[in-house]
């Protein structure tokens, strides 16, 4: 009597769960890291969850409704803002609430603070407080607790050009950045008018506003910017001389 061919993706699956075993119990799997997660504002319109980075609509600055508050290790006091995450469910330390092999890429735009009494954002841990609608991708519905999930950093593929939205007052000049392609997170900004000569370096006011003490109404402005995996990109007069503040400005540039 011949024996029952066992399905190539029963198969396949087992590898995977086997190789998480053997490399994930303390550690990373082909570059994962170990991780919770839970949901957060379910009452709330998803859009609006742009929090501690500044971002007033998650979907107008360009992310979707796809996002996460991170644990202050992950959050690195705003530098994080606009960074890009695989999470995927550890279906192998919780079979019972996560969905096997289903991956969700989440944009961190908050930041989940600590309470300092051995909560999930307490540090060291890696937290990330997913969009409810991100959330119940990756988990079963009906669980509303934490979760052990596997998460790794990947490049932020966005729509469009990155996006500049001026804020301030008169020679205080403010500057939300979205929309951030490649590794997403900003390390430095420089500005300049097209009455100047020299670019003038920004400095994070908070999350992802940048700020600098120059009058610069009444001239195109340009934008250099530097992100953490060291790629730097140059905005030419994205801004035209009309300008005013509150308006928001697309370059045709953008991070690979």
Known sequence: MGSAKIPSVFLLYVVFLVIVVFNGINGQVNNWLNGHATFYGANQNPTTLGGACGYDNTFHAGFGVNTAAVSGTLFRSGEACGACYQVMCNY????????PRRVMTVTATNFCPPNNNGGWCDPPHDHFDMSMSAFFRIARQGNEGIVPVLYKRVS????????????????????????????????????????????????????????????????????????????????SNVVPSTWKFGQTFSSQNQFS
């Open 92 to 99: 192998r330390l919780d079979p019972k609430w996560c969905l």
């Open 156 to 235: 932020c593929k966005r729509r469009g050009g990155v996006r500049f939205t001026l804020k301030g007052q008169s020679n205080f000049n403010m500057v939300m950045i979205s929309n951030v392609g490649g590794s997403g997170d900003v390390k430095a900004v420089w500005i300049t008018g097209s009455n100047l000569r020299s670019w003038v370096p920004m400095h994070r006011n908070w999350g992802a506003n940048w700020q600098s003490s120059i009058d610069l109404r009444g001239q195109k402005l340009s934008f250099k910017l530097n992100l953490v995996d060291g790629k730097t990109l140059q905005f």
